[in-house]
């Protein structure tokens, strides 16, 4: 019963630790998930913070185009250097990937791209024959020399022969936002026209480059009409036409950011006002968070791993201790539970009466003559009696609850029997008990007693074992004088069999 009931904690242990790590699992998914979802709404807000920005600049330079034509290109190509500062900022393989820079040189109508260190030399661009020039290689290119000591500052050169091959050019320059290298773009001066139609609204919405899910729209603020946008057909319609009006809340407001079903897809927005335009960038959540089921899978597997491997731990750790506790509480010779699991055992009962029930038997068993066997056959025969005797006993009574070895010769056992079934075990036991005799030439016998708990209702265990030991020793009593042994050849009456039971 004491092991049943340790085998049984240590499987609700177990069940229990496997129920709370589902559940922490199934949280952290969930909080996992919510997670993000937030972190990817946020950036695509910052994406499209980003992006408005670019265009606005854009926007603002193009504003002044019919001032000074010149001053408008150079502000325009200074962008363009922003611009792709920025996509090298946002693709860090496009710093070593010739491709990529070429794409995106294609896309800004540019014809070079030149990357400087901070020091001022050309280490990548889309001119190869261009690197390991620097501000020192010549008149033109010693021109953006106050790029090196302020790093805030962003230039553009007017029509200029070049140095490596006379051609005449334009060159932008800018920082970095980390401020680790330099983004320069030259441009030919005969694309002026080109550069012109390229800087309407609607061209220059169309050219930017933009990631999968994402589309960009210029708003005029006074008719609230499109003029310029990444998907077509959209143009000179009405912005609430699309679903797309931002919330501002006063005039104050430069920037809105917000949730928004486009074409029948629900997107993240991101607005900002300027003087004559609104930009807005939206996101599709589909597409900003096509990484979810992704990331969910691999912190899924990540959990699941570690809650094998907390399972595992724990299920060693929990057999570690019940089997520490069962050695502790198992009898060396016998593998029976000793007399401390004993103990326990009527402290339990004592504590708790209850689960004792009408059918429960306190039983105490003495090996007779023992110290006989130990005399005349040696030591070693006594230990090979005594296992014979704890083996029959456990496997009839065993099945019926606890059997205890509490002494050298003194046995218990506290089951649930009615008297027909104690009545059988015995009579098995003394049966197997004489097979044995038979078989080894030792004579191996038992006295007990034996004592329903429905005899004594009121009574504690305590009470049940001290009649079931005066019964046994009046068992004891009468095989001695059946037999006609000296009864102190054996332990006397004085033995304690059973717990703060004193004779």
């Given at each position: 019963?004491?092991?049943?009931?340790?085998n049984?904690?240590?499987?609700?242990?177990?069940?229990?630790?496997?129920?709370?790590?589902?559940?922490?699992?199934l949280?952290?998914?969930?909080?996992?998930?919510?997670?993000?979802?937030?972190?990817?709404?946020?950036?695509?807000?910052?994406?499209?913070?980003?992006?408005?920005?670019?265009?606005?600049n854009?926007?603002?330079?193009?504003?002044?185009?019919?001032?000074?034509?010149?001053?408008?290109?150079?502000?325009?190509?200074?962008?363009?250097?922003?611009?792709?500062?920025?996509?090298?900022?946002?693709?860090p393989?496009?710093?070593?990937?010739?491709?990529?820079?070429?794409?995106?040189?294609?896309l800004?109508?540019?014809?070079?791209?030149?990357?400087?260190?901070?020091?001022?030399?050309?280490?990548?661009?889309?001119v190869?024959?261009?690197?390991?020039?620097?501000?020192?290689?010549?008149?033109?290119?010693?021109?953006f020399?106050?790029?090196?000591?302020?790093?805030?500052?962003?230039m553009?050169?007017?029509?200029?022969?070049?140095?490596?091959?006379?051609?005449?050019?334009?060159?932008?320059?800018?920082?970095?936002?980390?401020?680790?290298?330099?983004?320069?773009?030259g441009?030919?001066?005969?694309?002026?026209?080109?550069?012109?139609?390229?800087?309407?609204i609607?061209?220059?919405?169309?050219?930017l480059?933009?990631y999968?899910?994402?589309?960009?729209?210029?708003?005029?603020?006074?008719?609230?009409?499109?003029?310029?946008?990444?998907?077509?057909?959209?143009?000179?319609?009405?912005?609430?036409?699309?679903?797309?009006?931002?919330?501002?809340g006063?005039?104050?407001e430069?920037?809105?950011?917000?949730?928004?079903?486009?074409?029948?897809?629900?997107?993240?927005?991101?607005?900002?006002?300027?003087?004559?335009?609104?930009i807005?960038?939206?996101?599709?959540?589909?597409?900003a968070?096509?990484?979810v089921?992704?990331?969910?899978?691999?912190?899924?597997?990540?959990?699941?791993?570690?809650?094998?491997?907390?399972?595992?731990?724990?299920?060693?750790?929990?057999?570690?201790?019940?089997?520490?506790?069962?050695?502790?509480?198992?009898?060396?010779?016998?593998?029976?539970?000793?007399?401390?699991?004993?103990?326990?055992?009527?402290?339990?009962?004592?504590?708790?009466?209850?689960?004792?029930?009408?059918?429960?038997?306190?039983?105490?068993?003495d090996?007779?003559?023992?110290?006989?066997?130990?005399?005349?056959?040696?030591?070693?025969?006594?230990?090979?009696?005594?296992?014979?005797?704890?083996?029959?006993?456990?496997?009839?009574?065993?099945?019926?609850?606890?059997?205890?070895?509490?002494?050298?010769?003194?046995?218990?056992?506290?089951?649930?029997?009615?008297?027909?079934?104690?009545?059988?075990?015995?009579?098995?036991?003394?049966?197997?008990?004489?097979?044995?005799?038979?078989?080894?030439?030792?004579?191996?016998?038992?006295?007990?007693?034996?004592?329903?708990?429905?005899?004594?209702?009121?009574?504690?265990?305590?009470?049940?074992?001290?009649?079931?030991?005066?019964?046994?020793?009046?068992?004891?009593?009468?095989?001695?004088?059946?037999?006609?042994?000296?009864?102190?050849?054996?332990?006397?009456?004085?033995?304690?069999?059973?717990?703060?039971?004193?004779?």
């Open positions: 019963m004491k092991q049943a009931k340790q049984n904690i240590g499987k609700k242990s177990a069940a229990l630790i496997l129920v709370i790590i589902i559940a922490a699992v949280i952290l998914l969930l909080f996992q998930y919510f997670f993000l979802r937030v972190n990817n709404r946020n950036h695509a807000y910052r994406t499209g913070e980003m992006l408005s920005e670019q265009i606005g854009i926007l603002v330079s193009n504003d002044r185009k019919q001032q000074v034509l010149v001053e408008t290109l150079k502000e325009s190509y200074i962008t363009k250097a922003k611009a792709v500062s920025h996509f090298i900022d946002r693709n393989n496009a710093e070593t990937n010739i491709d990529d820079l070429l794409y995106i040189e294609k800004l109508l540019i014809d070079e791209i030149h990357l400087f260190t901070d020091e001022g030399e050309i280490y990548f661009g889309t190869p024959q261009y690197y390991g020039y620097s501000f020192d290689s010549g008149e033109q290119m010693g021109y020399k106050p790029m090196l000591t302020d790093k805030t500052l962003s553009c050169q007017d029509v200029t022969p070049n140095t490596a091959e006379n051609k005449s050019m334009m060159y932008a320059i800018c920082w970095s936002d980390d401020g680790s290298r330099m983004v320069q773009v441009i030919e001066p005969v694309r002026l026209l080109e550069e012109l139609h390229a800087n309407e609607d061209e220059v919405v169309d050219a480059p933009v999968a899910g994402i589309s960009i729209f210029a708003v005029d603020n006074q008719t609230n009409e499109i003029v310029g946008s990444s998907l077509p057909g959209l143009v000179e319609k009405d912005l609430n036409e699309i679903g797309l009006k931002a919330p501002f006063n005039e104050a430069k920037t809105a950011k917000y949730s928004a079903v486009l074409q029948g897809d629900n997107v993240y927005c991101f607005a900002r006002k300027a003087d004559k335009y609104t807005i960038v939206t996101q599709t959540e589909k597409e968070n096509r990484n089921p992704e990331l969910m899978s691999i912190v899924c597997i990540y959990l699941l791993i570690a809650s094998l491997v907390i399972i595992f731990i724990t299920k060693k750790l929990t057999e570690k201790v019940i089997n520490e506790k069962r050695n502790a509480d198992t009898d060396a010779m016998t593998g029976l539970q000793n007399r401390r699991a004993y103990e326990d055992a009527v402290l339990h009962f004592e504590k708790f009466p209850e689960e004792k029930g009408s059918d429960f038997v306190c039983v105490v068993f090996i007779n003559e023992l110290k006989m066997i130990n005399d005349r056959y040696g030591h070693d025969a006594g230990d090979k009696a005594i296992k014979a005797f704890a083996k029959i006993i456990d496997r009839n009574f065993g099945p019926y609850g606890d059997v205890y070895r509490i002494g050298g010769d003194e046995f218990a056992a506290f089951v649930y029997l009615d008297s027909s079934q104690l009545e059988q075990l015995i009579s098995q036991s003394v049966e197997e008990l004489s097979e044995w005799t038979a078989k080894n030439q030792v004579s191996l016998s038992m006295s007990h007693g034996a004592v329903f708990a429905s005899e004594f209702p009121e009574a504690g265990v305590q009470e049940l074992i001290k009649i079931a030991d005066e019964r046994m020793y009046d068992a004891k009593a009468a095989y001695y004088q059946q037999t006609g042994h000296d009864r102190r050849q054996n332990k006397g009456q004085g033995d304690n069999h059973g717990l703060f039971v004193h004779r």
